[in-house]
């Protein structure tokens, strides 16, 4: 899919795995590159997708996405990462990222949204509060239905 500023947004392949691997760096997650490739190759055998953002060079941004059924209604979504570049924030891309997601989420059925924030993630917070999610919990969440 590709988007505005020539950034495109799409599903991540084993080629990023080194690129995401020093984003995960950036943000003090370590893991090898092949490790990650691995990883990504499973996680499309499955109801996840992991999504980057790509300019030029390596990923901006990756978001992961799953999926799963609920007792009470449609399958819900979670959003358990997403990062972007310490020098790519503030310039949309964790927005186009999260509507990529939500695209992806509403595709697979879902018609919530939800992304767990831990405790001192003042930047996720006020991020999640100001994409239209609400505080639930240890969680946000936000319906995937167009408002009409």
């Given at each position: 899919?590709?988007?505005?500023?020539?950034?495109?947004?799409?599903a991540a392949?084993?080629?990023?795995?080194?690129?995401?691997?020093?984003?995960?760096?950036?943000?003090?997650?370590?893991?090898?590159?092949?490790?990650?490739?691995?990883?990504?190759?499973?996680?499309?055998?499955?109801?996840?997708?992991?999504?980057?953002?790509?300019?030029?060079?390596?990923p901006s941004g990756?978001?992961?996405?799953?999926?799963?059924?609920?007792?009470?209604?449609?399958?819900?979504?979670?959003?358990?990462?997403?990062?972007?570049?310490?020098?790519?924030?503030?310039?949309?891309?964790?927005?186009?990222?999260?509507?990529?997601?939500?695209?992806?989420?509403?595709?697979?059925?879902?018609?919530?949204?939800?992304?767990?924030?831990?405790?001192?993630?003042?930047?996720?917070?006020?991020?999640?509060?100001?994409?239209?999610?609400?505080?639930?919990?240890?969680?946000?969440?936000?319906?995937?239905?167009?408002?009409?």
């Amino acid at each position: 899919m590709n988007l505005r500023y020539g950034m495109e947004i799409r599903a991540a392949t084993p080629a990023e795995a080194p690129g995401l691997a020093t984003l995960l760096a950036e943000a003090g997650l370590t893991v090898s590159a092949r490790e990650l490739a691995e990883r990504l190759a499973t996680l499309r055998q499955g109801p996840a997708t992991a999504l980057v953002a790509l300019q030029w060079g390596p990923p901006s941004g990756v978001v992961l996405l799953h999926w799963h059924p609920t007792l009470t209604g449609a399958p819900v979504a979670c959003i358990s990462l997403l990062l972007v570049t310490a020098e790519q924030r503030r310039q949309g891309v964790g927005r186009l990222l999260l509507k990529a997601a939500s695209q992806a989420a509403r595709t697979a059925g879902c018609e919530r949204l939800e992304i767990a924030a831990p405790p001192g993630a003042t930047d996720l917070q006020g991020f999640c509060e100001a994409t239209g999610f609400s505080a639930s919990g240890g969680s946000f969440s936000r319906s995937l239905r167009r408002q009409a």
